[in-house]
């Protein structure tokens, strides 16, 4: 059964970077699929913020694309995402995820983290 | 870039059927996946390829995509399906591609 656990401080200051990482079990990150990160503000709806594939190829939404950073770490099966520069915007819950899909352009996540809550506050 | 329209909420008796929407240009095109989240929980996939349903999903979950519309349908509905689900798709007609999710719709069961 695959699991994802995302991790990372709860807190972040303004300008700051934000920093998580999303541990992989039960199945093995070089194995194919792609992962990402998706994010919720308080209140409001998902935001796909980007995916990456085992490879290390990514795709990044383009309204943060500037400041996302998605990477691969297949010897300890996790990724991690960067968010730079964080305002208050940037509050949210942040969820990974793997991305099924069985031919390029439909995929769909099939298996979710718990999420973790991100506060950007002095 | 690519934007999926929902209604911000859809409300049904217990025992009848809620229909919700997910409006794109041509969506009927593209492959559409639905989610259910509950409060405080993270989302879950209900629906795939339009209306493919993941194992452990009733088959009271069905799905439709045609047109400039796609339908997530709930038949019996159970005071347990009170949730907010999405609508994504992947857009791969612009410079930028990537995930795209609908706003969300409340199904409140009355």
């Known amino acids: 059964q695959v699991q994802l656990q995302e991790s990372g401080p709860g807190l972040v200051k303004p300008s700051e970077t934000l920093s998580l990482t999303c541990a992989v079990s039960?199945?093995?990150?070089?194995?194919?699929?792609?992962w990402g990160w998706i994010r919720q503000p308080p209140g409001k709806g998902l935001e796909w913020i980007g995916s990456i594939y085992h490879s290390g190829s990514t795709y990044y939404n383009p309204s943060l694309k500037s400041r996302v950073t998605i990477s691969v770490d297949t010897s300890k099966n996790q990724f991690s995402l960067k968010l730079s520069s964080v305002t208050a915007a940037d509050t949210a819950v942040y969820y990974c995820?793997?991305?099924?899909?069985?031919?390029?352009?439909?995929?769909?996540?099939?298996?979710w983290g718990k999420g973790t809550t991100v506060t950007v506050s002095s | 870039s690519y934007v999926l329209t929902q209604p911000p909420s859809v409300s049904v008796a217990p025992g009848k059927t809620a229909r919700i929407t997910c409006g794109g240009n041509?969506?009927?095109?593209?492959?559409v996946h639905w989610y259910q989240q509950k409060p405080g929980q993270a989302p879950v996939l209900v629906i795939y390829y339009d209306s493919d349903r993941p194992s452990g999903i009733p088959e009271r979950f069905s799905g439709s995509n045609s047109g400039n519309t796609a339908t997530l349908t709930i038949s019996r509905v159970e005071a347990g399906d009170e949730a907010d689900y999405y609508c994504?798709?992947?857009?791969?007609?612009?410079?930028?591609?990537?995930?795209?999710f609908g706003g969300g719709t409340k199904l409140t069961v009355l």
């Open positions: 039960g199945y093995s990150i070089s194995s194919g699929y792609y």
């Open positions: 995820a793997r991305e099924s899909g069985a031919a390029a352009g439909t995929n769909y996540m099939d298996v």
């Open positions: 041509n969506i009927g095109s593209k492959s």
């Open positions: 994504q798709v992947w857009d791969s007609s612009s410079d930028h591609p990537g995930v795209v």
